[in-house]
């Protein structure tokens, strides 16, 4: 399966030299879950949107953007999206991703009141979806780095992981099909650790310092991999 990446968002410059883009995170987090091969277009960098009925399947990166932003691309994304839920082409959301799929679809999206999501964030995991095929576990825990947040559920969507924080963590979308999280399960702990610090002004210090502790807590990011992969697997077109 080509899975197709769209870069919506850029490694902020002043670490960009230390660390890998977004698509290559994501590429590195699906190795070894599946024969995959990847294509990746950046509408952050002004490159076209596919034809959706021309891609197996999509995924779409996080942003500093919000959904309710000016960027001209995002108008076309949310469109994109749509045409890729009628033509039945499987989509997985992660941070901003997860924010549009959802806008896209039905959804409402606003930056929280709550603040900043930031550290490695335990959520407790609501539903199962079908095509998982391990034991859940009670919980998952993965990186996050948002103010944004999911506040009214699309038509269809199903909450797979939640937190009191975030209730809307992660979303399943049967019909159309989507996958989605709130989490970066793509950020290496060194990543994360070095996003958080130069947020640190931003973010406060002592949040901060509470992020940066939180990242001791074991990640399942890696499950996060195969479940993604499971559901790619599963709603593969024409099956």
Known sequence: MKLTIIETGLVPEPIRGDFEDYPAMFRHLMAGTGAFEFDTVSVVKGEPLPDPDAVEAVLITGSPAGVYDTEAWIG??????R??????????GICFGHQILSEALGG???KSDKGW?????????????????EACPATVSAAVSHQDQVVTLPPGAKVVVASDFTPFAGLYYPEAPALSFQCHPEFADDYSAALYALRRPRIGESLTDRALESLEIEGDHARLARWTAEFLSAHRRGH
Request: proline letters at 8%; glycine letters at 12%; a neutral charge.
């Open 76 to 81: 076309p994304l949310a469109d994109f999206i």
């Open 83 to 92: 045409a890729g839920a009628a033509a039945g082409v499987p989509q997985v």
């Open 108 to 110: 409402k999206v606003i």
């Open 117 to 133: 999501g930031v550290g490695r964030h335990t959520y407790n995991v609501v539903a199962c979806p079908d095509f998982v095929s």
